[in-house]
T-cell receptor, first 117, second 115 residues
Framework: AQKVTQAQTEISVVEKEDVTLDCVYE???????LFWYKQPPSGELVFLIR????DEQNEISGRYSWNFQKSTSSFNFTITASQVVDSAVYFC??????????????WGAGTKLIIKP | NAGVTQTPKFQVLKTGQSMTLQCAQD?????MSWYRQDPGMGLRLIHY???????DQGEVPNGYNVSRSTTEDFPLRLLSAAPSQTSVYFC??????????????FGSGTRLTVV
């Protein structure tokens, strides 16, 4: 079975601290995609990044960075110099092949990030 | 450019009532899906569609029906509402199958309470 584990249910840090959200996945697919989504208190789901299984380069986008390591089946997300506006629930997701060759996303349970001023 | 539009945003139903959650996208996406979000459980797939006239079940399809008569619309029907269906429902669409790396665009969600 394929699954995604976000072991950190809730993280609370003070503004300007760095914080890393962990994501560990299991899959038998050789080709797959990993995603991160953000859900702010307003409730919408916002796409942050996707990464395919053949690209292990780290990615940086402003204060956000992602560390993909196939050897440990992890796709961790780091926020540098956190801000109150980063407070949200963050979801990690893995593409899974369905029987009919279509794909769906398998979601982690999410990590609630609280940034205190 | 509206993206994915879901209606209504909030709904309260009595047990046994039926209703339809509406979802429409204007991006010509071939893939559409419905998820429910429950506390501590992430998102679970209810039904999905890879094109007009094609639908299939996801992880938790019981109690829900869908149809896809057009590319744009993908309504979710609750046949006889039960308290266990109290949840937040999200509609999502994607240009193509997830394997090609396209992310999902989500609607703003419908908060449903069944009493």
């Amino acid at each position: 079975a394929q699954k995604v584990t976000q072991a950190q249910t809730e993280i609370s840090v003070v503004e300007k601290e760095d914080v890393t959200l962990d994501c560990v996945y299991e899959t038998r697919d050789t080709t797959y995609y990993l995603f991160w989504y953000k859900q702010p208190p307003s409730g919408e789901l916002v796409f942050l990044i996707r990464r395919n299984s053949f690209d292990e380069q780290n990615e940086i986008s402003g204060r956000y960075s992602w560390n993909f390591q196939k050897s440990t089946s992890s796709f961790n997300f780091t926020i540098t110099a956190s801000q109150v506006v980063d407070s949200a629930v963050y979801f990690c997701a893995l593409s899974e092949a369905l029987v009919d060759s279509n794909y769906q996303l398998i979601w982690g349970a999410g990590t609630k990030l609280i940034i205190k001023p | 450019n509206a993206g994915v539009t879901q209606t209504p945003k909030f709904q309260v139903l009595k047990t046994g009532q039926s209703m339809t959650l509406q979802c429409a996208q204007d991006m010509n996406h071939e893939y559409m899906s419905w998820y429910r979000q429950d506390p501590g459980m992430g998102l679970r797939l209810i039904h999905y569609s890879v094109g007009a006239g094609i639908t299939d079940q996801g992880e938790v399809p019981n109690g829900y029906n869908v149809s896809r008569s057009t590319t744009e619309d993908f309504p979710l029907r609750l046949l006889s509402a039960a308290p266990s269906q109290t949840s937040v429902y999200f509609c999502a669409s994607s240009y193509s199958r997830v394997r090609r790396g396209y992310g999902y665009t989500f609607g703003s969600g419908t908060r449903l309470t069944v009493v």
